[in-house]
């Protein structure tokens, strides 16, 4: 899933750090062959990879992650995990504590202005606020002398605006926003974005707390482009937000918590992202993943090494190994993303090269959301917060 404009989003953040929110949330096994491969397969990567520890440093890393970012959502259970141990004697403690960024911000970036570490070496978090903590001096520059692989980040996020050459970070996954359902539930297919406003489904959609994706679609409804949109139409779709909730149009307004309603049934329809759906669909056979005729949102995750890293040569040592084509392969295919590592796709399953989430179409088309000055994404993110407080 390729950005039309390369992360063009970013440029107010740094002024920005933590206006808007980005819940991103994860996803886990979709199985479709990567976790055949196993421990074994992973641990004979390439010369490339840090399987080939020179100096035999071990030692101990700390990341911190969205739910269902890694394989099972389960660190003890990780393929990618174990061999990177196996390979290298670096143990990593996995912390799929991320549930958003400006609650991560909330909690971390004092400390992180301080210049202190926070007890985590790597960090993840969406493209708007990874700018933020460029700009803030939070994260520290890649070591290319150790993280060779950088090369194989993916041509299209290669040199964002943002962090020109990935001097800071690097994609941990690419995602795309559109819309969960039951069609049994729902009275069959769905393929308008309005659909979450139908007042037939009253107290059983649930929509992001996420600006971007919220707005985004809601905006795609109305007949705007949220690539060019204006405040002025974005804060007209906050309003049409706004008076839905006021009906009880809403069961929810959550954060990553909305996959836990979803898959009990009690949603019906939600406002969704992509690799979580193709991960319940493994347990949830009649869920149904839907990019609007309107189109969808799309965004990335980015690793960052944050300042105060107690070992930075083993996160980076991590890094290195995720960036290695046949280790990414099984990864990616386990949580159902679009891989950002080159050569990772043409060693996944047929099934997996086949899959929407990975390899998403063209059609319908994915947006990106518009980048407004400072003062206005935070007038608009204002609004968006009254709007949505239930």
Sequence with gaps: MAKSTPDPEILAAFAQHSTSRRRFLGMSGLALGGLALGPTFLAACSSDSSS???SGDTGSITMLNWPLYIENDDPSTSATIEGFTKATGIKVTYEASIDGNESFNTKYADTLDKGKGIGAEIIVLTS???????????????????????????SKLANPSWDPGRKFSVPWAIGQT?????????GGKLTDVNAIFDPKFKGKVTILDELRDTVGLTMLGMGYNPTTGTKAQMLEAVDKIGK?????????????SYTEDLELGDTWLAVAWSGDIGSLQATNPDLEWLIPEQGGMQW?????????????????????YVYTPDIAAPLYEAISYEPPVQGAV???????????????????????FNVLSADDIEEVSRAFTAATQQ
């Design 52 to 54: 080939n520890n020179a």
């Design 178 to 186: 559109g819309i969960a359902y039951y069609p049994d539930k729902v």
């Design 300 to 320: 990335v995750d980015n690793a960052m090494i944050t300042v105060g890293a107690s070992n930075a040569k083993g996160a980076n040592e991590f890094l290195n």
């Design 346 to 368: 043409a060693l996944m399953s047929p099934e997996a090269q086949a899959s929407p989430f990975i390899n998403p179409p063209a059609n319908p088309p994915l947006y990106e």
């Design 128 to 154: 708007w606020n990874a700018a933020a903590y460029i700009g803030a001096n939070r994260v520290q520059a890649l070591d290319a002398s150790v993280f060779s692989n950088k090369k194989n980040v993916v």
């Design 244 to 256: 839905a909730r006021d009906e009880g149009q809403f069961k929810k307004v959550t954060g990553n």
